[in-house]
């Protein structure tokens, strides 16, 4: 019995140990922005007691206390365990090289290639170092920022995010959230919390229309945004609902937040609830293209590929996109991370040059700014080359802004990705210069 013992304790260390070694090889993907720091303490932790408890069934077996089958097994955990903690230290290493490098670079580089990135926080000190460095075109505001305060508490928050940056003549400063009404209210509470729109014009009151009803929802959204000092609404969702359910998707969910099944109504809604947004100064965003509503993956975890032709597509799916970038200023365009098959079947649409500087600056001759998701997603991590190289990608093929808002951590990746393309003379700086003029002409909103 006492044999039996020492040989499920010893399976179990081993089970621990190659938790721990799964663990290592990918501590430092986007999965742990919330604990990471405490996830990095206790897995050195771990990893210790582990080893040490290895030595000592290994030093038992060898007296002869320890059956020596379950000493070996000990042992093994051990070997694990070890390597596991070499891995998780060199990650870390490599990332604070990568930090430094980044923040001791060429001040006017930094600057320049800055302005591409709006991120996500998760602690003040951080957001200082960025913001005096002018490393950022502005900050991604969500319910692990300011969750739990107050509008006043709010309203000091973003006064001290913009503190934080020097003015800047390049480019305006952007507080960013997503501020969708429905299931993505990221302000709600302290602002109202207002049912989807799409909600509201299923149910919309006798002798109201859709133009009418979406203007006054885009009002009082813009009015409560801008109040707190917000100038960019990653919203409207114009993707249309296609009935696509995959019961795994627990994030993207476009059935709940689109619209409508009619690209017309998309169309007249979103460009109404614009409107209502420009009128208090806050900028809107059609995302995501090129519209996901058909897509049954969920790239915030794994790759998504869009099979549908452009003709297909321009039928329905693309025509809330072509009728609004074409209508008054442009709004800016949020890029997905679906795969494009029959224009670019390697690259997700963010990063891909066919799409961007073939089909939208090019074809549909699209001179407003275009954002990418948040490149914390699988389908961006999990592709070759990761962050670093899916960024470099991206500005080179035309994209403006690239959205790092879950784990701000990131962004050191891609900021070095891009400081070493430039290095080794990999940057399109005609491109970022076209880049720059259409970031400038954005600011017109800003208040």
């Not at 975890?301 to 200023?329: C, T, Y």
């Not at 991590?381 to 951590?409: E, K, M, R, W, Y």
Request: hydrophobic share 45%; with cysteine; charged share 20%.
């Amino acid at each position: 019995m006492k044999t039996l013992g020492i040989y499920v304790a010893t399976t179990a260390l081993l089970l621990l140990a190659l938790a721990l070694g799964y663990f290592a090889m990918d501590w430092r993907s986007p999965d742990f922005a919330g604990y990471r720091r405490v996830a990095l303490v206790v897995a050195v932790a771990v990893a210790l007691l582990i080893v040490l408890a290895a030595v000592v069934a290994f030093l038992r077996g060898r007296t002869g206390r320890w059956h020596r089958g379950a000493s070996g097994l000990a042992l093994l955990a051990g070997v694990i365990a070890a390597a596991a903690l070499g891995q998780v230290i060199v990650m870390e290493g490599r990332f604070q090289w990568m930090r430094y490098t980044v923040l001791n670079s060429d001040p006017a580089t930094l600057e320049a290639l800055g302005q591409h990135f709006i991120v996500g926080y998760r602690n003040r000190e951080e957001v200082s170092v960025l913001g005096q460095r002018k490393a950022v075109a502005g900050f991604f505001i969500t319910h692990h920022n300011v969750g739990g305060m107050d509008e006043s508490a709010i309203r000091q928050e973003i006064h001290w995010l913009r503190s934080t940056l020097p003015a800047q003549d390049a480019h305006p400063m952007w507080i960013a959230t997503d501020q969708e009404g429905g299931g993505v209210s990221r302000l709600s509470p302290p602002l109202p919390r207002q049912p989807a729109l799409g909600r509201v014009l299923e149910e919309q009151a006798p002798g109201s229309t859709i133009e009418s009803a979406s203007l006054a929802y885009g009002r009082r959204q813009g009015e409560g945004l801008a109040s707190l000092g917000v100038n960019l609404n990653l919203s409207p969702v114009v993707d249309i609902d296609h009935q696509v359910d995959n019961p795994a998707d627990r994030f993207t969910r476009i059935s709940t937040r689109a619209l409508s099944d009619d690209p017309a109504v998309v169309t007249e809604a979103a460009g109404a609830y614009c409107q209502g947004l420009a009128a208090f100064g806050v900028q809107c965003t059609l995302k995501h293209f090129p519209g996901i509503g058909r897509v049954f993956h969920d790239t915030h975890v794994e790759r998504a590929v869009l099979s549908e032709s452009p003709d297909q597509l321009r039928e329905s799916d693309w025509l809330p996109f072509l009728r609004l970038a074409g209508s008054g200023p442009p709004p800016w365009i949020m890029l997905s991370h679906v795969i494009l098959a029959q224009v670019d079947p390697d690259r997700p649409v963010s990063t891909s040059t066919p799409v961007v500087q073939g089909l939208l600056r090019d074809q549909w001759s699209f001179q407003g700014v275009l954002i990418t998701d948040d490149f914390c997603m699988r389908a961006i991590h999990d592709a070759p080359g990761g962050v670093g190289q899916a960024t470099v990608d991206a500005l080179n093929a035309g994209v403006d802004i690239i959205l790092i808002s879950f784990d701000p951590d990131q962004y050191y990746l891609a900021m070095y990705a891009l400081l070493q393309a430039d290095r080794e003379g990999k940057l399109d700086w005609d491109v970022l210069r076209r880049s720059k003029q259409r970031l400038m002409s954005s600011g017109s909103l800003e208040g």
